[in-house]
């Protein structure tokens, strides 16, 4: 009994990953994390620049680990908690404005980790809209978001 249920499963997932692949824009990927970790990293320093202007001591609170560029398609960027920031390539091909709001969002979590009333007034200090900008993004279709 046993040994048939599990054969079943494993059929079912093989044919799961047959209708699906895994990365379908894995070129669009390979062709654009480069610029994406660049363009991300100077963004970070750039806002965590702003920060230490308003607030000398964001200067260690704000300091952040590895910064990895993912290929993902359910999350625009994390930030963990052991401050490594993780972000998705496709930012790239979004506008400046939504980028940064997603940029300055993660580095925002390096200090205050949830969602509540004072993360929102330290992202606003830097993206006047950024509820406006978050509404937006979630909008978006994140895994047909390649080449434009
Ligand atoms: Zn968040």
Not at 69 to 94: D, E, T
Not at 111 to 124: A, I, K, M, Q
Request: proline share 4%.
């Amino acid at each position: 009994m046993f040994y048939i249920y599990r054969r079943r499963k494993v059929r079912r997932r093989v044919r799961r990953a047959g209708r699906m692949p895994k990365s379908p824009n894995r070129a669009d990927y390979v062709a654009h994390k480069n610029a994406a970790r660049e363009i991300i990293l100077s963004r970070l320093e750039y806002f965590a620049g702003e920060y230490v202007r308003l607030d000398p001591a964001f200067a260690t609170k704000m300091k952040f680990g590895r910064v990895s560029i993912r290929n993902q398609r359910s999350r625009w960027g994390s930030c963990s908690a052991q401050k490594n920031l993780n972000f998705n390539y496709r930012l790239v091909h979004l506008s400046p404005e939504l980028r940064d709001y997603v940029i300055v969002h993660e580095l925002c979590h390096l200090v205050e980790l949830n969602h509540g009333r004072d993360f929102w007034v330290l992202v606003e200090k830097t993206i006047p809209n950024a509820q406006a900008l978050s509404r937006h993004i979630r909008r978006l279709p994140m895994d047909k978001i390649v080449m434009i």
